[in-house]
Structures are given as structure tokens and as C-alpha cells.
């Protein structure tokens, strides 16, 4: 299928690593220029280079917390004008609902869902005054089913998924789409450091902590950054123009619902 992006251009936040990379990676394979985001330089650049040899497209860096408000500014200074954003940020740290006090809730929502609204509210005018743009956000399937160790996550991604139900039905006039995607567990950095305190709390061997929670999963694996890019790429392309405010799971099952 030819997506119809070729000689676009996206920003991909948080995407020198996992997620992020894979959805740059995808796009990239559909010949879409980038401006891709991380904190760290090293890893960032490393990406970038490899993404160019890989698939030949422009890929511009910005090295940046994209969480402040001073990151933000710059990766959107140097992403004027894309036609594709995809907005990520690390994930709160884990806890009880015990452990967490208003600066901590807040740090959450700063990162998790005012970010990509702050984001949305630069880029998208440009997307609706040029007639076509696509946004996806990465969330979490917690937004359909809690995760209780992520009360910090729970919160700010369901501020994040009521904003662009309303946000998504007053841009999609101007051929401009916003949708989340929600990874449930992917075989990331992430992944493996939940696994790394569900196997501290509990005195068992990574090993463990990993077939403990597959078994979780009806697919009995964690997903790929390929599986999760190639599905950012399908909702960035042409073909997915009446798909809007539309949270799909990358969940290998793993929620247990009907719909
Ligand atoms: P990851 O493997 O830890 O990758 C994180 C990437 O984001 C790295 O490139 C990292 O680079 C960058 N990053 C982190 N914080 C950043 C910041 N403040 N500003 C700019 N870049 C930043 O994470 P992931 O597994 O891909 O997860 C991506 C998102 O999906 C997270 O919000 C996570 O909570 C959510 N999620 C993941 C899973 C999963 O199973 N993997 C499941 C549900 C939800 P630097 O560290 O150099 O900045």
C-alpha cells in the first residue's frame, strides 16, 4: 500500500529510543523528513544516523527536554511547519496512590498531557491552514484499564485523552487528524524497568519478572517498536484521513474488554 507521505515532514518527540524510534523509523521508511527529540545527544545523533543510512530521508535533531518549557520551544522552532506530529515523553515513575503529593501529580501532568497539548496548540494551526495534518499521540492502555503501580500515568494520560476527543472533532474539518495510540508492554527501556521493580519487590530474576508478566498477555509477548511504528505510520498516512480521536490499543490482548 502506498501511504501517500513521501516528501512530508514530521516531528517525533522522545525518539532516540523505543516508541518513539520505531514510529521515526516507520515514518521514515515512507520517505518522511524528521525532526526527531531526546534528552541525551549521544543516543540522539546515533539514532538520526542510522534512521538517514537507513531510509535517505532528511532527519534533523534536536536535543531537548521536551517536558519544559524551554524544550519545547526549541523543537518547535526547528519543526515550523511539519505536516506529521507524534508526541512522547518518558513515563511517570511507578508508586501507590499513597506515595504521590500535588508536586508530583503535577510533574505528571506537565509531562504526560500538557506537552502534547502545548505541542498540538504550535503545530496544529499550520496543519489546518495548509488543509492536511496528521497527530498522533503515544499514551498507554491505561487509559482504558488502570495499571495500579501508574496512578501518576492513570491520571495525566486520561486529562491527555479527554482533550483530544473534544480537540480531534473541531480540527478534522480542516483535514487535520489527532489519535493516540496506547501501547500496553513493549519491549523497550521502559518495559524494563517496570520489570526491574516488580523483580527487586519481589526477589525474583528478571527472567522471572518478564514470564510473569507475558503470561499476562493473551499474545504471550510484548510488542515491538516495528509493530507499534508501523501502526503509527498507517494512522500518519493518506489512507487513515476518517480515523479521528481514536484511541487504539497495541496491546496484544492484553485488556480484557469487549470493546
Ligand atoms: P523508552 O524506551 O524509555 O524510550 C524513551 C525515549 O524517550 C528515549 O529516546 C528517551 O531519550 C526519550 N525521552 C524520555 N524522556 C524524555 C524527555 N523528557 N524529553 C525528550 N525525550 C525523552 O520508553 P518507551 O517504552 O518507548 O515509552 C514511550 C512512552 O510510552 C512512555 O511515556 C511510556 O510510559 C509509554 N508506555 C510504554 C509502554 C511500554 O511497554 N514500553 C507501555 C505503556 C506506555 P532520553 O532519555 O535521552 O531523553
Given at each position: 500500500?502506498?501511504y501517500?507521505i513521501?516528501?512530508?515532514?514530521?516531528?517525533?518527540?522522545?525518539?532516540?529510543?523505543?516508541?518513539?524510534?520505531?514510529?521515526?523509523?516507520?515514518l521514515?521508511a515512507e520517505g518522511v523528513?524528521?525532526?526527531?527529540?531526546?534528552?541525551?545527544?549521544?543516543?540522539?545523533?546515533?539514532?538520526?544516523?542510522?534512521?538517514?543510512?537507513?531510509?535517505?530521508?532528511?532527519?534533523?535533531?534536536?536535543?531537548?527536554?521536551?517536558?519544559?518549557?524551554?524544550?519545547?520551544?526549541?523543537?518547535?522552532?526547528?519543526?515550523?511547519?511539519?505536516?506529521?506530529?507524534?508526541?512522547?515523553?518518558?513515563?511517570?515513575?511507578?508508586?501507590?496512590?499513597?506515595?504521590?503529593?500535588?508536586?508530583?501529580?503535577?510533574?505528571?501532568?506537565?509531562?504526560?498531557?500538557?506537552?502534547?497539548?502545548?505541542?498540538?496548540?504550535?503545530?496544529?494551526?499550520?496543519?489546518?491552514?495548509?488543509?492536511?495534518?496528521?497527530?498522533?499521540?503515544?499514551?498507554?492502555?491505561?487509559?482504558?484499564?488502570?495499571?495500579?503501580?501508574?496512578?501518576?500515568?492513570?491520571?495525566?494520560?486520561?486529562?491527555?485523552?479527554?482533550?483530544?476527543?473534544?480537540?480531534?472533532?473541531?480540527?478534522?474539518?480542516?483535514?487535520?487528524?489527532?489519535?493516540?495510540?496506547?501501547?500496553?508492554?513493549?519491549?523497550?527501556?521502559?518495559?524494563?524497568?517496570?520489570?526491574?521493580?516488580?523483580?527487586?519487590?519481589?526477589?525474583?530474576?528478571?527472567?522471572?519478572?518478564?514470564?510473569?508478566?507475558?503470561?499476562?498477555?493473551?499474545?504471550?509477548?510484548?510488542?515491538?517498536?516495528?509493530?507499534?511504528?508501523?501502526?503509527?505510520a498507517?494512522?500518519?498516512?493518506?489512507?487513515?484521513?476518517?480515523?479521528?480521536?481514536?484511541?487504539?490499543?497495541?496491546?496484544?490482548?492484553?485488556?480484557?474488554?469487549?470493546?
Amino acid at each position: 500500500m502506498n501511504y501517500g507521505i513521501t516528501g512530508k515532514r514530521a516531528l517525533v518527540c522522545a525518539a532516540s529510543k523505543g516508541l518513539g524510534r520505531g514510529c521515526a523509523e516507520a515514518l521514515a521508511a515512507e520517505g518522511v523528513n524528521l525532526v526527531i527529540n531526546a534528552r541525551g545527544t549521544e543516543a540522539l545523533e546515533a539514532a538520526a544516523a542510522e534512521i538517514r543510512a537507513a531510509h535517505g530521508v532528511e532527519v534533523r535533531t534536536v536535543a531537548a527536554d521536551i517536558t519544559t518549557q524551554e524544550g519545547q520551544a526549541q523543537v518547535i522552532e526547528a519543526a515550523q511547519d511539519v505536516d506529521i506530529l507524534v508526541t512522547n515523553a518518558g513515563g511517570p515513575p511507578p508508586g501507590l496512590w499513597t506515595d504521590w503529593d500535588r508536586d508530583d501529580f503535577i510533574a505528571a501532568l506537565d509531562a504526560n498531557m500538557l506537552t502534547p497539548i502545548a505541542l498540538m496548540k504550535a503545530l496544529l494551526p499550520g496543519m489546518m491552514e495548509r488543509g492536511w495534518g496528521r497527530v498522533v499521540n503515544i499514551t498507554s492502555q491505561s487509559v482504558k484499564s488502570p495499571i495500579p503501580v501508574l496512578g501518576l500515568s492513570n491520571s495525566a494520560r486520561a486529562g491527555l485523552t479527554g482533550y483530544v476527543a473534544g480537540t480531534s472533532r473541531q480540527v478534522a474539518p480542516h483535514g487535520v487528524t489527532i489519535n493516540n495510540l496506547l501501547p500496553g508492554i513493549h519491549a523497550t527501556d521502559r518495559a524494563d524497568s517496570l520489570d526491574r521493580g516488580v523483580s527487586e519487590q519481589q526477589g525474583i530474576s528478571m527472567d522471572e519478572a518478564r514470564a510473569q508478566r507475558q503470561a499476562t498477555i493473551p499474545a504471550r509477548r510484548y510488542g515491538t517498536a516495528e509493530e507499534f511504528g508501523a501502526m503509527c505510520a498507517f494512522l500518519c498516512s493518506d489512507k487513515a484521513g476518517f480515523i479521528v480521536g481514536q484511541n487504539i490499543l497495541l496491546d496484544g490482548g492484553a485488556v480484557n474488554a469487549t470493546l
